[in-house]
């Protein structure tokens, strides 16, 4: 048989892996390209510091609640369905059921208090949790404690209680004085959009620390502030109130957003 010349031979043989080596540099550079042109955007959008400034009491309240929940200063986010590694009180006034944390006030008691024992200690923050009331009293965010001892009377604590009726209190170590429309000592009413007035009705309610300052959030809105000095850390939870009648506060979804003063 005819043997083709020798030139005619190595371009034969030599194509294949030409070939090869040029279908590896373009998926070289198409890999490049994507990277440069998509991984910046992608940095940007699971960490978009620059949309996320530290809040200032000079803000306004609207711009402090955007602020404070920013995503980038998320630090814990427990949807409560069951233990975890918060360590959260177990008992029979504190316990998980049905995909929620429940927390009952028996008549003979005014309020129990359910903390996350194992949950850092924050000072400037903005807690979130949603709450809803299925029977009679009313619930909160306590935070700032001095410890986690419920049965310590003593210890220093911070709770905002909000009732099934939309009223709420600033307990900050004591009752302070609120602004809205007064419904008793130390009591008033939040507006009708702020809070839904309805037992079995889930609210949305946001606590958030700004050195003395403390806001209170229902469903988004605004709602009210007060300033106390007592307590400028400490530990975190839950809590329900009564008035001489059995309680029970459903909570789901706690969340926890945290950043350095400015």
């Not at 031979?9 to 550079?29: C, V």
Request: glycine share 6%; aromatic share 12%; hydrophobic share 40%.
């Amino acid at each position: 048989a005819p043997i083709a010349p020798k030139h005619f031979q190595s371009s034969i043989s030599g194509f294949p892996l030409r070939r090869k080596w040029l279908i590896i540099l373009f998926l070289l550079l198409f890999i490049s390209s994507i990277t440069l042109y998509v991984l910046p955007r992608y940095r940007l959008i699971i960490s978009p510091r620059d949309a996320c400034p530290i809040p200032s009491s000079t803000d306004t309240v609207k711009d402090i609640y955007t602020s404070a929940t920013c995503n980038n200063k998320q630090v814990m986010a427990d949807p409560l369905l069951a233990q975890d590694f918060y360590t959260w009180d177990q008992n029979d006034q504190c316990f998980f059921s049905g995909g929620a944390y429940h927390i009952i006030v028996p008549k003979t008691s005014f309020v129990s208090e359910c903390f996350a024992q194992k949950a850092p200690l924050f000072s400037n923050f903005a807690l979130q949790v949603d709450m809803t009331i299925r029977q009679g009293g009313s619930g909160g965010l306590l935070f700032r404690a001095e410890n986690t001892d419920a049965h310590d009377t003593n210890a220093v604590v911070y709770r905002v209680p909000i009732d099934d009726n939309g009223s709420y209190n600033f307990y900050l170590g004591e009752d302070l004085p609120c602004n809205g429309p007064p419904v008793g000592k130390d009591w008033c009413r939040s507006s009708q959009n702020a809070f839904h007035r309805t037992l079995g009705k889930k609210n949305t309610i946001t606590i958030i620390a700004l050195g003395n300052t403390i806001y209170l959030y229902s469903n988004g809105q605004f709602v009210d502030s007060a300033r106390n000095t007592s307590n400028a850390t400490g530990h975190i939870g839950l809590f329900a109130n009564a008035y001489h009648n059995t309680v029970e506060v459903l909570f789901s979804t706690f969340k926890v957003w945290t950043w350095n003063s400015a």
